[in-house]
């Protein structure tokens, strides 16, 4: 049976509809539901995202026994049952060899957060100031350094726009290949950067030895390339009908398309299934 469910939030768990900001998507009634349902039937549920824990009470609408348990900037910060277990730290010295990078490139700079607090976010750059890091479609900071400042459990690079985030990305991962890049969206004004071989199924393996239990007893929800970790390392991986191709290829079932919320009914067929001692319809054959 399945005893700890992992799910990608925006495009999977929570539909994200076009022209609505990722920041104005929340966890739909049905959601709530379905995930309460897993929790009744002790089932361990947790978020799998690049998000830090301070912004998820309103993407959860205030419910904290929706994501207690979790993986944080893509695995750097593992909570389970709202205790940390373990932090992965990416290395000053790599993200200021992007920072050198990306000072000579058209676009582009670090934002880095504070990933175990509510603080402000701040970025790295010698081409910009200030007025242009938090103009137009850039991810507003609070200050910006000209030197990475030290290591951190969450670092991205924020553009202007998704048109040369895929050149940058190839760029990235010939020049640093010490650390891994991935592009959250088809449509990712980020690119997010994670320490060599870290990522969401890290901090499954993680989580399934804190909790007792096998991989095989783990499910994971996913639709994006940063997901591709986690769907490759839990045998009960799946993918959204509006999935990436590398994560359909990745994942061993299929639902449907996020938007009609596919996932909040599969955890609540989990749920259901739990109750009666066996595995959930969609998982079966």
């Known amino acids: 049976m399945i005893k700890l469910v992992l799910t990608d939030l925006d495009n999977t768990l929570i539909p994200h509809r076009q022209g609505e900001a990722f920041h104005e998507a ?3 009634d049905e959601g709530v ?11 361990h549920f947790g978020p799998a995202t690049g998000r830090a824990p301070s912004s998820m009470a309103e993407t959860f609408r205030d419910n904290s026994w929706a994501y207690a348990t979790g993986a944080y900037s893509n695995g750097q910060l593992v909570c389970v049952d709202g205790e940390v277990v373990h932090r992965e730290w990416t290395d000053a010295g790599l993200l200021q060899r992007v920072s050198d990078i ?6 582009g700079f670090l934002v880095f957060f504070d990933m175990e607090g509510d603080g402000p976010n701040w970025g790295v750059s010698r081409k910009y100031h200030m007025d242009e890091a938090n ?3 850039f ?5 910006l350094y000209p ?5 951190t459990l969450k670092a991205i690079i924020r553009m202007k ?4 985030t895929q050149g940058l990305y190839d760029l990235l991962c010939k020049e640093v290949p010490e650390l891994d890049f991935a592009l959250p ?3 990712a004004q980020v690119i997010d950067i994670m320490p060599k071989g870290w990522g969401k199924g890290s901090a499954a393996r993680i989580m399934a030895e804190v909790l007792g239990i096998s991989i095989d007893e783990v499910a994971a929800f996913g639709d994006a390339d940063n997901d591709v970790s986690m769907l490759e390392a839990v045998p009960n991986s799946v993918a959204v009908a509006n999935a990436s191709d590398a994560a359909a290829a990745a994942a061993r079932w299929r639902i449907g398309d996020a938007l009609d919320e596919s996932v909040a009914k599969a955890l609540a067929d989990i749920a259901a299934a739990t109750a009666r001692g066996d595995m959930p319809s969609f998982m079966r054959g």
């Open 139 to 143: 991810l507003r900071v609070s200050k």
């Open 102 to 107: 990306l000072d000579e490139q058209p676009e």
């Open 135 to 137: 103009a137009g479609d």
């Open 26 to 28: 929340v966890l739909s």
């Open 185 to 187: 969206s088809p449509n």
């Open 33 to 43: 539901a379905a995930i309460r349902a897993l929790l009744d039937e002790g089932v």
């Open 147 to 151: 030197e990475v400042q030290g290591p």
């Open 161 to 164: 726009g998704p048109q040369r």
